[in-house]
């Protein structure tokens, strides 16, 4: 899966500000056969790109040069718009095998959490694969209807991958699982003696100013 951005190569000394102020995002692109190049492009097309594809997939730098395939290596955020204000791309040698975390979706129901009042239990959030940049998967669906019991799991091994895509992470590692689950017990409510009572009625007491005899003297 691939996705294309048009840049244009980043010159003169104009400041980040004003780029972004004309709708303009900076970024940056580099990798093992290319220098580090500043770049510009539409913000607004960025967002769209960023919301469908995320970092796991192949994005296709085209400018005046050519095209050039990358993967968004790190976005930075506006801490208080959560806007994007820059990007790196990370440019791939053609015909390499490239290592990349790529996001799970769980899908479908399992038993033992509609049957069994289970909770479904989500161990890994992604996956770590490698293949070809052109069989990269944008994410990789996880079907949890095999959860039958609370004694079952799904292992990284278990996972169906695309052809020509293999697993990195270990293939043991637990990534879905379910469990019972447990009722928060009710905290005990304390009995009260009749001790307790009168210490409590002379507390309010003395608050209230009926106290000491030498307070009510004066």
Do not use: C
């Amino acid at each position: 899966m691939t996705e294309m951005l048009n840049i244009r190569i980043r010159q003169g000394k104009k400041t980040l500000t004003t780029l972004r102020k004309g709708g303009e995002m900076p970024a940056v692109f580099y990798g093992p056969k290319e220098t580090s190049t500043p770049i510009a492009f539409s913000i607004a097309e960025f967002k769209k790109l960023w919301k469908k594809a995320g970092e796991s997939t192949v994005v296709v730098l085209k400018g005046e040069d050519g095209e050039k395939e990358a993967l968004i290596y790190d976005v930075d955020f506006d801490p208080i718009t959560g806007e994007p204000r820059h990007a790196d791309f990370y440019v791939m040698e053609k015909g390499k095998r490239v290592e990349v975390a790529v996001p799970l979706e769980f899908v479908g129901v399992a038993p033992a959490v509609k049957e069994l009042g289970g909770v479904l239990v989500k161990a890994l959030h992604e996956l770590e694969i490698e293949s070809l940049p052109k069989d990269l998967p944008h994410a990789i669906e996880i079907d949890v209807s095999s959860l039958v019991d609370f004694e079952s799991n799904i292992l990284a091994k278990d996972i169906k991958l695309p052809a020509g895509v293999a697993l990195k992470t270990n293939p043991e590692e637990v990534v879905a699982s379910t469990s019972e689950a447990k009722e928060e017990p009710e905290a005990p409510v304390a009995e009260m003696t009749i001790a307790d009572i009168e210490v409590e009625k002379k507390g309010k007491k003395e608050e209230e100013g009926e106290g000491t005899p030498a307070e009510a003297a004066e």
